[in-house]
């Protein structure tokens, strides 16, 4: 037996390794295998062209799926109203993904050795999950009168709003004459909701919802939809845009939480034709906001007898208190703006952005604007950097990188660490759709994101470090 | 050893896997002004944005394209989109019969076709609507064995003038284009339901009253080349041999005054004229708007 022990492990790993190998083989004649196959979502399904027609990979746009969503989801092709399709036609896709997923920091405050004491600790959990759900119904009510309504829910099927608009296009023929009315993204040119990563760490931009460390008086993402009425222009071709958008200062909340206080965005972009490499676009982008700092409170809970002082008297608790919505006052400022340049080499792109963002002192501080600034507090200010890389080698298949960095420029407080709050972030992976569809969308999707902020550990103030792997079934329909 | 040798075998799958699926074989180019387009280059590009209604073959045959049977029903698209392996199109500047220019199909790309599916590309790079072009001419042998015609003369546009819109008017009853268009131009004529493509296929002539556009664009000189060269593959013959230059730009003037919704200096003079007003009274329509974006 304990000659035949090596026999039979060798044959075991040969097994394995054929196995592995078949494994592969498969994978790979799966994952390259262009065939077109048939069928889109809501709009493909509205004008029969396939996914790929409005979207490089979805679900990032296109040129033309950009130019198809700035004339108000209207190919102006005298098709577009709804009275063109048929009447059991409902603009309504709905997009959810299945994965398994791998989440890691190295420096989570937990529990330490003695009794009520904590620690610093990694903590690395993974398994199956699945993302949100999200209904995307939008389209056209008639000509020229576009809408969208998205209900997203979380990972528990908690659904809230995350876009709600109607817009009135090409007023007055003109496509420089838009308005849209609601909640609604900001007018990124690249776009948060239409991310290409969708993990923990890279489903978002860190530039997008950067705050320097320790602020809790506003909670503000450009990334964020906005309530609000916004203007947009384009020149036929779409290789002109602008925008500006009056908004409540709400970072899209409902219900007016915060103030009476109006914000604004502003967005112009510029495309160009270099040879045949592509369509290249350089533009620019600000945002002007501003903040309450402190609220009218509401008793919630009264004061309750808690006890008896040295006389007898009673001791009463304090009583607990909440903002009351709407009331927040002394606001103060703070501002972002960037510049963004999208470059084609034809299938290869490259996004590069400038990010710059300065909140005031009160904000930066946590200072009500009814009280002093503390003794050295000055206004936050930083600098982002954004390249993410696409390679485009089919509709079926682009690989993505994108690597973000954050630099504080000026501390709340001088006396904080130069690097503090600093953010580097990487993140790599690649979407396939093993089929191209003007029914449905699919794609397996493997990503990797590693987010490092220094100087943020809970505990030891050290550098966290945390990493997301996510693999997932990326399907809409 | 055993391991380097299946990652052979794999590298070598993956490498004939990843070739280019079959396709027409020939390479082709098109010309746009100083553009040359290339089909491999195309080919992708058709393969991102046209085979949804154009097929993988190019034969017209998309997975949206209902055939004969659900019309009027069809809900996707109630005109098929363009079989390129017929090699037979219809907006040229060339004479019926021939095959257009490649300038001819870069407008209809830049322009898209009215009452139709087709898009406007205007918003690809110049190079791209190029390439695709020179991928489109790939599918059918005629680009191959033929050339495109000579794009057909279209002399100087005359003065305006109510005599020319009236002769215009006599020209239409006379050549019988009200049989298919309708005495109104509404697309009502009499053979109006009994019409059938190329691909015996329904198809509806042209309805004058409700929009600016022609199915080849939207000028004077595109309306005098629509009718000068025929729409082939439509019932919509070629009227070069049938009416002098002329003739033609008074038949022009006179059409253009039936687009009752569409501001033009034709519509402008010829209501100035008694005879002119009644009828645009007569086909105007005033109500409640509909929604569909086609003016009444």
């Not at chain 1, 947009?232 to 709400?250: F, N, V, W």
Request: hydrophobic share 35%; charged share 15%; proline share 7%.
């Amino acid at each position: 037996m304990h000659e035949r022990a090596p026999q039979l492990a060798q044959k075991r790993i040969s097994w394995a390794a054929s196995t592995l190998w078949l494994v592969f083989l498969l994978l790979a004649i799966v994952l390259a295998d262009s065939r077109p196959a048939t069928a889109i979502p809501a709009f493909a399904r509205k004008y029969g062209m396939p996914c790929s027609a409005c979207h490089e990979a979805w679900p990032k746009l296109s040129p033309f799926g950009q130019s198809f969503k700035d004339n108000g989801y209207q190919l102006m092709n005298d098709r577009d109203a709804p009275i063109f399709q048929q009447p059991a036609y409902w603009p309504i896709t709905f997009r959810m993904t299945p994965i398994w997923h791998r989440e890691s920091s190295n420096r989570v405050a937990v529990d330490g050795a003695t009794p009520g004491s904590t620690t610093e600790a990694q903590v690395t959990t993974h398994g199956f999950d699945w993302s949100g759900l999200d209904f995307h119904t939008g389209g056209t009510l008639a000509k020229n009168f576009s809408f969208y309504l998205l209900p997203s829910s979380d990972g528990t099927g908690a659904f809230h709003f995350e876009t709600v608009y109607a817009r009135l296009d090409n007023l007055l023929g003109s496509s420089w004459l838009n308005i849209k009315f609601g909640k609604f993204e900001l007018d990124n040119l690249h776009s948060e909701k239409r991310i290409l990563t969708i993990s923990a760490l890279g489903g978002s931009y860190q530039n997008y919802h950067f705050q320097p460390p320790g602020e809790a008086l506003y909670k503000f993402g450009i990334g964020d939809n906005q309530a609000g009425v916004e203007w947009m222009g384009h020149s036929k071709d779409d290789r002109t845009r602008l925008s500006a958008s009056l908004l409540s200062a709400s970072d899209g909340q409902p219900g007016l939480p915060t103030s009476r206080g109006y914000e604004t965005f502003l967005a112009g972009s510029r495309a160009f034709e270099v040879g045949g490499l592509g369509l290249q676009r350089v533009g620019a982008f600000a945002y002007i906001g501003q903040a309450p700092t402190f609220f009218q409170h509401t008793v919630t809970t009264p004061p309750t007898p808690i006890g008896t002082d040295s006389t007898g008297g009673p001791v009463m608790s304090l009583p607990s208190t909440a903002n009351v919505p709407g009331t927040g006052i002394g606001n103060k400022g703070y501002y972002r703006a960037g510049l963004i340049g999208m470059w084609y080499v034809k299938k290869l792109d490259v996004t590069t952005m400038y990010f710059h963002g300065w909140d005031s002192a009160f904000l930066g501080t946590n200072t009500p604007a009814n009280s002093p600034l503390p003794t050295g507090a000055q206004a936050p200010t930083w600098n982002g950097g954004l390249f993410e890389t696409h390679y485009t080698l089919n509709p079926q298949f682009i690989l993505i990188n994108r690597y973000e960095l954050i630099r504080m420029s000026r501390q709340a407080f001088a006396t904080n660490p130069d690097d503090l709050g600093n953010v580097d972030a990487l993140t790599f992976g690649y979407r396939y759709y093993p089929f191209i569809s003007t029914r449905a969308g699919f794609a397996f999707h493997t990503e990797y994101a590693i987010v490092r902020t220094r100087k943020t550990a809970p505990i030891s103030g050290l550098d966290l470090t945390s990493s997301s792997l996510l693999f997932g079934f990326d399907f809409d329909y | 050893m055993r391991t380097l040798r299946f990652f052979k075998y794999f590298l070598v799958v993956v490498a004939v896997l990843s070739l280019p699926s079959p396709s027409p074989a020939q390479q082709m180019e098109s010309h746009i002004g100083k553009l040359t387009g290339h089909s491999e280059s195309g080919k992708q590009l058709f393969y991102r944005y046209c085979w949804g209604c154009h097929g993988f073959r190019g034969d017209g045959n998309g997975e949206n394209w209902l055939p004969t049977g659900s019309y009027p029903y069809m809900p996707y698209l109630n005109i098929q989109p363009r079989n390129f392996v017929a090699g037979t199109f219809k907006c040229r500047s060339t004479q019926t019969g021939s095959l257009p220019t490649d300038q001819d199909l870069y407008n209809t790309l830049v322009r898209g076709v009215v009452n139709s599916n087709m898009p406007s590309w205007i918003t690809l790079t110049a190079q791209n609507r190029a390439d695709l072009i020179a991928f489109i001419k790939t599918f059918s042998a005629r680009w191959k064995n033929d050339k495109p015609g000579d794009p057909i003369n279209v002399p100087a546009e005359p003065k305006l003038t109510a005599e020319s819109i009236k002769h215009g008017q006599e020209l239409f009853q006379k050549l019988e284009c009200w049989k298919c268009h309708g005495q109104e131009g509404f697309g009502d004529g009499p053979s109006a339901s009994t019409l059938t493509d190329s691909n015996d296929q329904p198809i509806r002539p042209y309805n004058f009253a409700v929009g600016s556009r022609f199915k080849c664009g939207a000028t004077n000189q595109d309306l005098y080349k629509i009718f000068m060269t025929g729409l082939d593959g439509t019932p919509m013959p070629s009227f070069a041999d049938v009416i002098k230059p002329d003739d033609a730009w008074d038949l022009v003037h006179f059409l253009r005054t039936l687009q009752v919704t569409h501001k033009s200096p034709e519509l402008t003079l010829w209501g100035s004229t008694k005879e002119g007003a009644a009828q645009i009274a007569s086909r105007k329509v005033s109500g409640t708007p509909t929604g569909s974006g086609i003016k009444q």
